[in-house]
């Protein structure tokens, strides 16, 4: 399953479903870099910066290729104008379907319509 970087952010906010998704789920956890960008973006200095590596480090990365990227446009061109899918949206899309996962995110607006996904509300 693919987290999108929304559940990551309820977790380290102490959002309470969150915790209860990530820890009491027998999915093994995968994340696009483009989440780790975002997460890490959040720093606020070195300190934050090691804690929230060590965060991530739970979850297996997966890397943009080439593939995801072309077809990340594909996906933006098709929804950026119908769902409002963003840029860094439309990689995490391309991702999940490039690796054959379920996107797992509470962003209904964006995803829940791309058809090439399968969309998984956690909470």
Do not use: W
């Amino acid at each position: 399953m693919l987290i999108d970087t929304d559940i990551l952010i309820d977790y380290l906010r102490g959002i309470e479903k969150s915790r209860l998704f990530l820890e009491n789920s027998k999915h093994k956890f995968h994340i696009s870099v483009i989440t780790k960008f975002e997460i890490i973006s959040g720093a606020t200095n070195k300190n934050d910066i090691i804690k929230l590596e060590g965060f991530l480090s739970n979850f297996i990365i997966l890397p943009i290729t080439n593939s995801i990227i072309a077809n990340a446009y594909g996906i933006f061109k098709k929804y950026h104008l119908t769902n409002k899918l963003g840029i860094l949206d439309s990689f995490i899309a391309s991702t999940a379907e490039n690796y054959n996962l379920p996107l797992c995110s509470r962003n209904q607006k964006h995803y829940r319509l791309i058809k090439e996904i399968k969309f998984v509300l956690p909470y």
